[in-house]
């Protein structure tokens, strides 16, 4: 079963615009959520995290909005750019910071 | 400062055969894992480990071993390949405290044909 579900699949955004990828996930003993970044051939790279006492944190363009009581949090891009086209993944852990739950990706394409 | 180093970035391999993919980090990282990606599914833990000398199975652990003899090295063991084994294969480490960056690998793309 796959505990952190991620939404959309892919997405296209015109440049200047806001992409919205979303996550949901069911253990709530989940104490740290991270989203990672990925280029075609390179590994994820860590874009911004936040722990589930905080509702919003905020990271230049970037913005993690948390909502604990539906299990639920997203990432919004700001003034998207054609340089944010990447795969995006959200992620959930429990303790360990490098035992991590990953949701399947959302592939981003910003349009110039 | 290399980060985490994986090898071979590539890697084609026949049923039945075994190999072993190498990961080293020059952080000082204790805790270290391997995770595979595939299509539509994100990246799913295969083994972990919080230290030398301990290891641990992740989500999907079967057709894979892992020992850890020192602090930089973690290598993943393929014992019998098999076709469902194609996938990227990435290595992460991270500070031993809860809630820290975990740094990946540049992945190793495995094909069994």
Known sequence: ?112 | NAGVTQTPKFQVLKTGQSMTLQCAQDMNHEYMSWYRQDPGMGLRLIHYSVGAGITDQGEVPNGYNVSRSTTEDFPLRLLSAAPSQTSVYFCASSYSSQGTEAFFGQGTRLTVV
Not at chain 1, 61 to 81: E, G, P, V, W, Y
Not at chain 1, 100 to 111: C, D, H, N, Q, S
């Open chain 1, 1 to 112: 079963q796959q505990q952190v579900k991620q939404s959309p699949q892919s997405l296209i955004v015109q440049k200047g615009g806001i992409s919205i990828i979303n996550c949901a996930y069911e253990n709530t003993a989940f104490d740290y959520f991270p989203w990672y970044q990925q280029f075609p051939g390179k590994g994820p790279a860590l874009l911004i995290a936040i722990r589930p006492d905080v509702s919003e944190k905020k990271e230049g363009r970037f913005t993690i909005s948390f909502n604990k009581s539906a299990k639920q949090f997203s990432l919004h891009i700001m003034d998207s750019q054609p340089g944010d086209s990447a795969t995006y993944f959200c992620a959930a852990s429990i303790g360990y910071g490098n035992k991590l739950v990953f949701g399947a990706g959302t592939i981003l394409r910003v349009k110039s």
